[in-house]
């Protein structure tokens, strides 16, 4: 049963400690995406890769996070030091893209990384 | 004004009854997604659509390309569809970026 693996599913931190979430994508999947669910703001997309390339972080605060696949069975989301307005649930998604960028599967989440900073 | 407008914000039906979402937007778009958040938070894929329409058990999304607009549809609603509705679209112009409704509550009660 293919599905995209997050870890830790929750995490409690003081403000100003390292945070670091792990997703593993579907395999044969080629474009992983990040995203950050708040009662707020909703669902926002931080970042998203194709083939482990970054293509577009631009929803991503780039002073304390950042984003990397170290390899096609590993996505990793950090946040350096993280603030309790980085409280929220972040979502890791995965999808096969084939031609010219358009999806070719729909997006396969995660059960999502509950990140509470206090 | 948003870029994707759902309706109702929340909705609460009797188990059997017929549910309709809607979904506008106002962009030009290349896919659109109906996710559902159960209450635990996990989310699920439930359609992706270009064009026309799909059905999956007693689930069917319409989309109207013309008009902007698509419509979820749940027959013979059970309490356990009891759910956030998600649509979210993908701009033609922003690659594989998703854009997100607000989602709507759906409550079905026994």
């Known amino acids: 049963d293919a599905r995209v693996t997050q870890t830790p599913r929750h995490k409690v931190t003081e403000m100003g400690q390292e945070v670091t979430m792990r997703c593993q994508p579907i395999l044969g999947h080629n474009t992983v995406f990040w995203y950050r669910q708040t009662m707020m703001q909703g669902l926002e997309l931080l970042a998203y890769?194709?083939?482990?390339?970054?293509?577009?972080d631009s929803g991503m605060p780039k002073d304390r996070f950042s984003a990397e696949m170290p390899d096609a069975t590993l996505a990793t989301l950090k946040i350096q030091p993280s603030e309790p307005r980085d409280s929220a649930v972040y979502f890791c998604?995965?999808?096969?893209?084939?031609?010219?960028?358009?999806?070719?599967?729909?997006?396969?989440f995660g059960q999502g990384t509950r990140l509470t900073v206090v | 004004k948003n870029e994707v407008e759902q309706s109702p914000q929340n909705l609460t039906a009797q188990e059997g009854e017929f549910i309709t979402i809607n979904c506008s937007y106002s962009v030009g778009i290349s896919a659109l997604h109906w996710l559902q958040q159960h209450p635990g938070g996990g989310i699920v894929s439930l359609f992706m659509l270009s064009s026309g329409k799909k059905k999956h058990g007693r689930l069917i999304a319409t989309i109207n390309i013309q008009e902007k607009h698509s419509s979820l549809h749940i027959t013979a609603s059970h309490p356990r569809d009891s759910a956030v509705y998600i649509c979210a679209v993908r701009a033609e112009t922003s690659g594989s970026r998703l854009t997100f409704g607000e989602g709507t509550q759906l409550t079905v009660n026994p």
């Open positions: 998604a995965s999808g096969l893209v084939r031609f010219l960028g358009r999806p070719s599967t729909e997006a396969f």
């Open positions: 890769f194709r083939n482990r390339a970054p293509l577009d």
